[in-house]
Structure formats: structure tokens, C-alpha cells
């Protein structure tokens, strides 16, 4: 939101509405939800591939002859272990152990790297950042304004970039960021994305986003490209697994609650917050897990809401945090959080209460859904 409380727009909004997007307020910016059908736009991604504005994503500029100590300490990741035009999945933490964000770090060079925040956590983010950046010889650099972001995901995303750029596109893995030219664009290309399937983002000035946008949507026309909104990138997230910031994560959570204490790195040199927190919690995972994250699908056609109470042998075992119909399973998918006895696929007896029934669900591991590679 903006100072005086208007939806902040991105570069791409006079175009999604010439497109017939129906818009929507998240986290103060004014983002499309949908082109036309959300599940064709899903299946699109899974099949083909599909193109997304993300410019409401929050860059963070980190540089400086210690900029990789002040991120160490910032964060909970080994992030001067990242080499240069790699990236790494972490998170940022309260003193508490609870989690503030979870975050991609770029280094972009020997002392750069760029942070990249939920677009409704970028403020508190660059806040906490700057406020921990005091005795270190970095600086912290509010760059939300510098970037327009989109996103080609799916099957037929590297073939259609490939179609507009000389950058070794084979070459670049997974969690890895390339800076080069798209359709004659300056851009720093990431192999990395929010959907479950190979794909790119595209990091580039906020002036070049139509340009940019016009020429993927060329580019991709024969391979069935389409404009994806924020509906069918939840479900895509959903079906793949991935936590969303406020649903299955949130201050009251630590990573080891949420089932992702492997992003927590005690090996690295020297403290850093909610160190000895975290210590704490993970030792209390080995001995009692706390409530675990699970997958839930449906055996009938209701669907289930965050918020709705997970229950077995009449009484409440959890909590559905994420939940919708899944487009490539022809069914109602949910994560929760349950008491660990009940975590184990198959658990039999394990229902969701959708406003007074018990709806039965199956429990199953994560991924609901996983690309053939």
C-alpha cells in the first residue's frame, strides 16, 4: 500500500487490463487473479507454460565488504556459502525462532546479493535487515522500485526463452541466476519459480516489463503460452507443496515446526539470531515432534479453507492452513498442520469439519503432485 493508501500498480497494469484480468487487492498492490478460467490457466503451467507478473515481490539490495557476514547473521541460512550466480531458500527469524519470512538470496557478485521478500513481509524484511546491518560495513538498499519481475513457468518455458535470449539456458540449474539480455533486454535470468514445474524468473527495470512481457507472449504463442494471474499460482504451489508465508509459516512457527529445519545452518561461523532459540526447538522436534504439516485429499467434492479444524475420533487434531480444488488431481487437496500421531500416510479416521460434517480425507505425504524430471 502507499502512503496515502492506494494500491501501489506495477509497469504491467494497463496491459493486464486490456487483457480482461479480474484484479485484486494483495498486500497493497493491485495484482491480477485471473485472466480468464483459473483451472485452464493451471493446466496451462503443468502442460505448456504460462507467464506471470510478480512484480509485487520485494527486492532487497545487500552489498559491501561484509555484506555476506551481516546475512549470515541475519539470517538462518549459510548464505557466504553461496557462490556467486547461485541462489539459496532460507529464512528470517525473530530472537523467538519464529519465522519472519521465508526468502531467496541471489549473490550477484563477491559482495552483492539480492534478497527477495513476500511481497506482504518486504517492509517488515528490510526493516529487520537494516536494523541488523548496525556494526557491519554493508549496506541495505531498498530496491522494490528498481525491479518489474515476471515470471515463464511450464514445460515449454525454456524452449520459449530460449527463442529470445543467447544465455546458456542448458547450462543454468536449478537455484541459479544469470545475468543477460531477453529480446534485447537487459535481465538477470533465475532458474526458479512457485509452481512445481522448470521455469524462470526475469528480474529487469520497470520500463522494459511490456516490452519484455509482448515478446514472451510471442514467443510462447505457438507452445500454448498463456497470462496466469494469483489463483491458479496458489494452486500450482499447493498441489507442488511449497509453504506460503501466513498460511504455513508465520511468527508463531519456527522452520522446525513447519517441517523445514533443514534451512537452519548451526555449522556456520559465529551467532545469529534466534540461534539459541532454534537450537531449542530442534532439539525439541527430535524428542517430541510438534504438530506436523501433512497433505489431505478429499473422498468427496467439498472443499476445505485455512482455518477449518482438522479432527479425528471426535475431537480436533489440526488445523487446515492452505486448501482448494486441485485441477490436476480432479480433487479437493489441502495442507494442515496435525498432531504427529495422526501424520503418517494412510491414517485412517481423519476428516475435515466443513461447516459441521466431518468430510473424510486421506492422509498422504508431500508433494501432492512432483514433475517428471
Not at 482455518?307 to 489441502?334: C, D, F, N, Q
Request: a negative charge.
Amino acid at each position: 500500500m502507499s502512503s496515502t493508501g492506494e494500491l501501489r500498480h506495477t509497469a504491467l497494469d494497463a496491459l493486464h487490463r486490456s487483457l480482461g484480468a479480474t484484479m485484486t487487492d494483495f498486500a497493497g498492490w493491485d495484482m491480477p487473479l485471473r485472466y480468464g478460467s483459473e483451472r485452464e490457466e493451471h493446466l496451462a503451467v503443468r502442460t505448456k507454460a504460462g507467464l506471470f507478473d510478480l512484480s509485487h515481490m520485494g527486492e532487497i539490495t545487500v552489498t559491501g565488504p561484509q555484506a555476506a557476514a551481516l546475512l549470515d547473521f541475519a539470517l538462518v541460512g549459510n548464505i557466504g556459502g553461496v557462490k556467486p550466480g547461485r541462489a539459496r531458500y532460507t529464512m528470517i527469524c525473530r530472537a523467538d525462532g519464529g519465522i519472519l519470512d521465508d526468502l531467496i538470496v541471489y549473490r550477484l557478485g563477491e559482495t552483492d546479493y539480492m534478497v527477495v521478500a513476500n511481497a506482504s513481509n518486504a517492509q517488515v524484511v528490510l526493516d529487520a535487515l537494516t536494523e541488523r546491518a548496525a556494526g557491519f560495513d554493508a549496506e541495505v538498499r531498498d530496491d522494490r522500485d528498481a525491479y518489474a519481475l515476471l515470471a515463464v513457468q511450464g514445460p515449454e518455458s525454456p524452449g520459449i526463452l530460449k527463442s529470445l535470449t543467447d544465455a546458456d539456458l542448458d547450462g543454468l540449474k536449478y537455484y541459479a541466476g544469470l545475468p543477460s539480455t531477453v529480446a534485447g533486454v537487459p535481465a538477470l535470468i533465475a532458474r526458479t519459480g512457485y509452481t512445481g514445474e522448470d521455469g524462470f524468473e526475469l528480474f529487469v527495470k520497470p520500463e522494459h516489463a511490456v516490452e519484455l512481457w509482448q515478446a514472451l507472449t510471442k514467443a510462447g504463442e505457438g507452445a500454448g503460452l498463456v497470462p496466469c494471474g494469483l489463483s491458479c499460482r496458489d494452486t500450482l504451489r499447493l498441489e507442488a507443496g511449497m509453504p506460503l508465508y501466513g498460511h504455513e509459516l508465520s511468527t508463531s512457527l519456527t522452520p522446525f515446526d513447519a517441517g523445514l529445519g533443514r534451512v537452519v545452518k548451526f555449522e556456520k561461523e559465529g551467532d545469529f539470531v534466534g540461534r539459541a532459540a532454534l537450537r531449542e526447538a530442534a532439539e525439541n522436534a527430535n524428542h517430541e515432534p510438534p504438530r506436523v504439516l501433512v497433505g489431505l485429499i478429499a473422498e468427496g467434492r467439498r472443499v476445505p479453507r485455512a482455518g477449518y479444524a482438522v479432527v479425528a475420533e471426535g475431537k480436533v487434531i489440526g488445523e487446515v492452513t492452505s486448501g482448494a480444488p486441485s485441477p490436476t488431481l480432479g480433487k479437493p487437496i489441502a495442507m494442515a498442520y496435525v498432531d504427529a500421531v495422526y501424520s503418517t500416510p494412510g491414517t485412517a479416521g481423519v476428516g475435515v469439519d466443513i461447516r459441521g460434517s466431518h468430510e473424510p480425507y486421506e492422509v498422504v505425504a508431500l508433494p501432492f503432485y512432483k514433475r517428471q524430471k
